[in-house]
């Protein structure tokens, strides 16, 4: 048995409310994520996101349980108001949060000023690419552990992090920017807001579904049409990146297919590569999906170390997952 | 006391691939005939090209440095390997003025001053002053921050010069996938160049057939043409001393021109769209970034 | 029933002031819920003391800001979290019209509501474990009906998943 496989990676979930991160602690998440309803956090979406009182009173529930909680204070903050952003740090501290997750210098600095004891993680957002870029915000910051992003395959992160002293976090499941995160805005282009000027991509007051009698729907985003699907066919966001164009005469997913993220088959390839942490994307979905995703992950974790197959449970998220499709993303290396 | 002194132009890099000959062409060009204060050169978007390009810029910076301009090293925005990162070393320990464009840079700066790029995340005064302390002199911001930030950020960081994007196809999106390459059924890897096809980059329309994005290799960009027709008033009243124009296939010496008159108050906004629109421009003119709207959009600038 | 429905949906919201403040926008909006089953609509109205349901025909909800369309049964796996709303929204058997940010904001405020039928009626704990463990039964069953059903329509139809 290598060191690698020894040392349980630890499962990061998301919770978009106070009864998915219940969900999340009860599935089995080792850490849970989640941020303030406000756009300090990159899914600034309505009706999600937490009150430093929930916070507070989850926080709590998840430490019941054994799990850490991860506030992502991670969009930029704006110009001459970047005190909404220092406050959610400070609240965040308050509410007995394990991790701070940020991308902005401000931030960041703030956090690592103000809060030395809480730790801070690197946010994808941030686009920490290099040995280099992660040198200077671990040194800078303290940084303890770097959210990579989707742009690597397994060996590159094995190497990746021969070169580096953090730990390293990598996404496993679910939705997936196609587009390097934090630079990227198409979603403002179409529509004035961003992840990283307003924490959001692809808002939903810009959103419009169109029916039509034969059961085709048009799904527009700022008025541009970003896809259309026939009766019964599985469909996904009007995300820009996901969407049909066409281009030298022929149209279809320029970018990339609606799939989502599935990186199950890789869990021991990571474990050896040297990750610490495998993170779950969904801040915006159900209880239903974080329960299945996280107690499904949590099988094949424990897997790893001769618990179960969870072949079976992993098999069963296809039905979650945008566009019923599901891709290993950068990690293998035929997206070259 | 108000600063009066006129408003510098700025030459941004050539964000496409455009053949060795048609590069060192441009630049001559531009050193005989310019009205331009400064020139970015370097390959930004994609370290393959850079075998093609490199042997340009010794002689570019050549013609331009005896031309009087003010010569700056764009530096690449995504390193993705060992050659990048080790290209981005030495670049830094260069004797000329370089433009950072990703966080690896901010380390083997350390000593030296630099231009922060458009493609670093710098969103407000904190991340700015930190930035300044570290030696950004100069700062480019991202495209979509919108004019109220921007004006908020020089005033609360005067010690850098602010440079507006001012005119081209906004850089909007990178990638770690080519998308020149996939739109021609070609991996990454063995991508053949064929981002050289475009010069302007690929236009990308919707189901529709309305026109929306252009693809230039990893990066993505839009299909309108940005500019900022704000008056050299206008312009110091927001703190910005210099506007950077973005290389495109189109009369480039023409655009600096039309953009000199402008700001020395010799044509009005109107004029300067009116110049603008008779050229060959890579798609229709936008401006609401500006303003914190959608960026493809055009509206009406307060005079 | 529109009595009923209106009057649990307010003893709801007085018991829990913090869905409202997860509401936000949607406060006063009017929303159709069509189940496509069904022959009637409901207009559903949230607001701090005056939350209405109307049930309506399916073609009197012009005043509904945003229209969402599921089998009963979806809808009914929707409110209590047995189903993901972006999964039903993907594979194609949840519908929606109109303002997209006012069913999201209503569809996150459900995911905290927690709504099995005890939390719905208001009732107390014995009551309402009693409650819930009948209504998960039912459902569940005519959930396993329902996808027979659809097994036999598809095999029918010559469609395979």
């Known amino acids: 048995m290598t060191a690698a496989s020894e040392r349980r990676m630890e499962l990061v979930c998301p919770a978009g409310t106070p009864a998915t991160l219940r969900a999340a602690a009860d599935a089995g998440a080792d850490a849970i994520y989640c941020g303030f309803a406000d756009e300090t956090n990159a899914r600034n979406f309505p009706g999600l996101n937490f009150s430093p009182e929930e916070l507070s009173v989850s926080v709590a529930y998840a430490h019941e349980r054994g799990a850490k909680v991860l506030v992502a204070i991670n969009t930029f903050a704006q110009a001459g108001n970047t005190g909404l952003w220092k406050q959610a740090v400070d609240n965040a501290a308050a509410c007995g949060a394990d991790a701070i997750i940020a991308a902005d210098i401000a931030v960041l600095d703030h956090a690592a000023d103000k809060h030395p004891d809480v730790r801070l993680h690197l946010s994808v957002q941030a686009a920490a690419n290099t040995p280099e870029a992660i040198g200077f915000y671990t040194e800078t910051f303290g940084v303890r552990r770097v959210v990579l992003p989707r742009v690597f395959s397994v060996p590159e992160i094995a190497a990746l992090n021969r070169e580096i002293d953090v730990e390293t976090e990598v996404f496993v499941f679910g939705g997936l920017c196609v587009m390097t995160e934090g630079r990227c805005s198409l979603s403002s282009y179409a529509t004035g807001k961003s992840p990283n000027l307003t924490g959001v991509c692809s808002p939903p007051d810009h959103v419009d579904y169109a029916e039509d009698r034969a059961g085709r729907m048009k799904a527009r985003l700022g008025g541009f049409t970003i896809d259309c699907f026939e009766r019964g066919e599985p469909a996904g966001y009007p995300t820009l990146c996901k969407g049909r164009f066409s281009a030298l005469g022929h149209t279809g997913y320029l970018f990339e297919d609606p799939v989502s993220l599935n990186a199950f088959e890789l869990l021991e390839e990571l474990a050896k590569a040297g990750v610490t942490a495998l993170k779950i994307e969904g801040r915006q979905r159900g209880k239903a999906y974080i329960a299945s995703v996280v107690s499904a992950f949590r099988k094949a974790v424990d897997g790893l170390s001769g618990g179960a197959d969870a072949s079976a449970s992993i098999a069963a998220l296809k039905a979650l997952s945008e566009g019923g499709q599901q891709t290993t993303g950068s990690y293998r290396k035929t997206w070259r | ?303 | ?161």
């Open chain 2, 1 to 303: 006391m108000t600063d009066t002194s006129p408003i510098e132009l700025a030459l941004g890099p050539c964000l496409f691939n455009w053949p060795a000959e048609r590069l060192l062409d441009f630049y001559r060009r531009i050193a005989e005939d310019a009205p331009v204060d400064r020139v970015y050169l370097g390959e930004v978007v994609c370290g393959k090209r850079m075998p093609f390009n490199d042997p340009v810029w010794p002689e570019a910076i050549d013609v331009l440095t005896r031309a009087g301009k003010e010569v700056v090293l764009s530096t690449l925005a995504q390193p993705v390997n060992k050659r990048e990162r080790n290209i981005l070393v030495q670049q830094a320990a260069y004797d000329m003025a370089i433009e950072i464009n990703d966080m690896s840079m901010v380390p083997a700066c350390s000593g030296r001053t630099f231009t922060a790029g458009p493609f670093l995340n710098i969103y407000n005064e904190a991340s700015l002053g930190f930035l300044s302390a570290r030696g950004a002199v100069s700062w480019c911001p991202p495209a979509e921050l919108p004019l109220a930030s921007i004006q908020k950020i020089a005033a609360l960081v005067p010690e850098v010069d602010v440079e507006l994007f001012a005119f081209g196809r906004l850089p909007l999106a990178l990638s770690s996938r080519c998308y020149h390459a996939r739109a021609h059924g070609l991996r990454k890897d063995s991508c053949q160049f064929v981002c050289d096809k475009d010069p302007d980059g690929m236009d990308v329309a919707t189901l529709d057939g309305a026109r929306f994005l252009a693809a230039n290799g990893i990066q993505t960009l839009s299909d309108a043409c940005h500019f900022a027709g704000l008056a050299s008033g206008q312009l110091r009243a927001a703190g910005i001393k210099r506007l950077r124009l973005s290389p495109h296939s189109l009369d480039m010496t023409g655009v600096l021109k039309a953009f000199r008159a402008f700001l020395d108050g010799a044509i009005d906004a109107g004029g300067l769209e009116a110049r603008l629109t008779e050229m060959d421009l890579p798609g229709p003119l936008c401006n609401a970034y500006l303003t914190g709207d959608p960026g493809w959009k055009k509206i009406a600038l307060p005079a």
């Open chain 3, 1 to 161: 029933m529109e009595t009923f429905l209106t009057l649990l949906t307010r003893r709801l919201v007085a018991r829990r002031p913090d869905l409202l403040r997860r509401l936000g926008t949607v406060v006063h909006v009017p929303i159709a819920i069509v189940p496509e089953d069904l022959p009637h609509a409901f207009l559903l109205s949230l607001d701090a003391i005056d939350s209405r349901v109307t049930l309506c025909g399916k073609d009197e909800i012009g005043d509904a800001q945003a229209v969402i369309r599921a089998p009963l049964l979806v809808l009914l796996g929707l409110l209590d979290g047995t189903y993901d709303g972006d999964a039903m929204f993907f594979s194609r058997d949840l519908r929606i019209e109109g303002k997209t940010e006012y069913v999201l904001a209503l569809r996150n405020t459900l995911e905290e509501a927690d709504l099995t039928p005890g939390e719905f009626l208001g009732l107390g704990a014995p009551a309402a474990g009693w409650i819930n463990d009948i209504g998960s039964r039912v459902l569940a069953q005519a959930r396993c009906l329902a996808s027979a059903g659809a097994e036999r329509r598809d095999k029918l139809s010559g469609r395979h998943s």
